[in-house]
């Protein structure tokens, strides 16, 4: 029997992470972090998917990550950035977080015996976040290995899809409308389709209407032009 230990937020991608999961492995676990967010409501909708998904979730308190360096996720005194800047990451980066999730992640999977982790980094994210590029994946799942003496792999399906091509992964995964509805992605914790203002909100509802559009365009009879 095939294991996967999914590191899970309750947003849209590791949302689709964890069906995937569910269709790859026999048994899944999920693994949520408290690092210190400011909207624990991502937290609530963690809990909510999983237990729906019938998936079990652990929650691991590592709030130490928000006192340690500095991101505008978890320092309400700073305003967050609207634009990625030219020349460097957002601060909504959190200094360290992939790193210490997927350590963590790996003694947790350990300790049940399981060797697959799953996590839904993206390389074409737009923010450019550089521990959610493939080569740190890569070098991670090497030090864990050299780490613990073990033969872990991390997946990461969503590594080289953009948005659009996430949404249509939790179509073909029948959970479009739970992704949809009840994930919470908005770096303002709104549930669904979010605040609608906040960097993540506006990523997320290009890549749907791309996504839909693509679809639709699909759907319709060969040579109507009528919506064209
Ligand atoms: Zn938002």
New binding site residues.
């Given amino acids: 029997m095939s294991g996967a230990l999914v590191v899970f937020s309750g947003g849209q991608d590791s949302t689709t992470c964890l069906f995937w999961a569910k269709k790859h492995f026999d048994e899944v676990h999920a693994l949520s972090f408290f690092y210190g967010q400011k909207h624990s409501r991502e937290l609530d909708a963690a809990r909510a998917i999983a237990k729906e998904a019938g998936v079990p979730l652990d929650v691991q308190d590592v709030s130490f990550i928000s006192r340690i360096g500095r991101s505008s996720l978890t320092d309400p005194s700073m305003p967050m950035d609207r634009e990625k800047p030219q020349d460097s990451f957002p601060n909504t980066f959190v200094p360290g977080r992939n790193m210490f999730f997927l350590g963590i992640a790996a003694v947790c999977a350990r300790e049940k015996g399981i060797r697959n982790i799953v996590t839904g980094v993206s390389q074409t994210d737009f923010s450019g976040y550089p521990d959610c590029r493939d080569t740190f994946i890569r070098s991670m799942n090497v030090t864990l290995n050299l780490a613990m003496e073990e033969q872990f792999v991390l997946h990461t399906p969503l590594m080289w899809l953009d948005k659009a091509a996430t949404w249509e992964m939790a179509d073909s995964l029948g959970v479009f409308d739970l992704v949809r509805t009840r994930t919470v992605?908005?770096?303002?914790g709104?549930e669904g389709d979010?605040?609608?203002?906040?960097p993540?909100?506006r990523l997320r509802r290009r890549g749907l209407e791309e996504y839909l559009e693509r679809k639709n365009r699909a759907s319709r009879p060969e040579g109507d032009v009528s919506h064209a």
């Fill in positions: 992605t908005c770096y303002n709104v979010g605040c609608g203002e906040c993540s909100c």
